[in-house]
């Protein structure tokens, strides 16, 4: 399976295409990370990052797209962005009715290194190391999003095919 | 001018459509609330969210778009799903280009009753005055949406056309 991984924001949104299956080797497909600039208002922000978020979804073609999970205590300063974000990245994909799972922070460190608390430069070693990389991708958010569409592929995609099932039963009903 | 304003919510999204100028009386031409239901994945109320705010751009054709500013400091339990509904109406309004303004619930009790601590009952006499309408638009996201919309309208939209205007000299850079 095809995984687009996001790790939103509204400064750097990173994004982070992953092949494969459990039990196999893993192969990167593409990363990148779209930024805006803070000196745009926030409409044309979120506006830029659906467009870019929409033209990997084209490109790509995942069978699943895995979003980091925010929650209401992160950081204050950017929580606002970071949730619209987020939101903007979850309905690009289930527009396309793509199924989409939440994965937090402590479960994609947990599933990449074993450890629910590990650190940026852990967790960056290990995608690294997962994906066969020559090097560490940069910045920490494309990472981050490597390390979504790892664990996505790793918990066998169980409840993004479960809400699928779910969605499909609603359109039918 | 015509405004839309939306107060945002991802169990309830309120819109209501007021045209007027400052110094005239204004005009209620729609009003309605936009539900989902808390069973639904979030993504999914988010494009059911998208779908209601596009039928009504389509159907009014508003001059500008009006929406409650959220605070990270608002009610925890809600303030997510209201910030991502908050972000998908941007994108809405934005990707058409429509100057947008987020005006603070302060703000708006101000507008409307000179009051900023007014609250839901007081805002909602004031814009059933306001419109003349023989009875209070519920629920209290209906008549919040109003609200916002005659602020917008009452404060000339000054910052929208400010935004408008540096949305467009930065197209065109």
């Known amino acids: 399976m095809r995984v687009l991984g996001i790790d939103p924001g509204l400064t750097r949104c990173g994004m982070g295409v992953v092949d494969g299956t459990v039990g196999r080797p893993l192969t990167l497909v593409d990363v990148n990370v779209i930024r805006t600039p ?8 979120l506006v830029y990052i659906e467009k870019g978020i929409e033209a990997r979804l084209d490109e790509h073609q995942p069978d699943a797209v895995a979003i980091e999970r925010i929650f209401a205590r992160s950081d204050v300063s950017t929580i606002m962005g970071t949730a619209q974000a987020a939101g903007v990245a979850m309905v690009c994909a289930a527009r396309r009715g793509l199924p989409i799972a939440l994965h937090t922070p402590s479960e ?17 070693a290990m995608v690294t190391r997962i994906l066969r990389l020559d090097a560490m991708p940069k910045p920490a958010d494309a990472a981050d999003a490597l390390a979504l569409a790892i664990t ?7 409840q993004s095919r479960i809400d699928a099932a779910l969605a499909a039963a609603r359109t039918r009903a």
Chains 1, 2 share one sequence.
């Open 108 to 124: 994609v460190k947990a599933a990449v290194s074993g450890n629910g608390r590990a650190d940026k430069a852990q967790v960056g």
């Open 152 to 158: 996505h592929i790793w918990r066998g995609g169980a």
């Open 38 to 45: 803070s000196a745009w208002a926030v409409p044309e922000r």
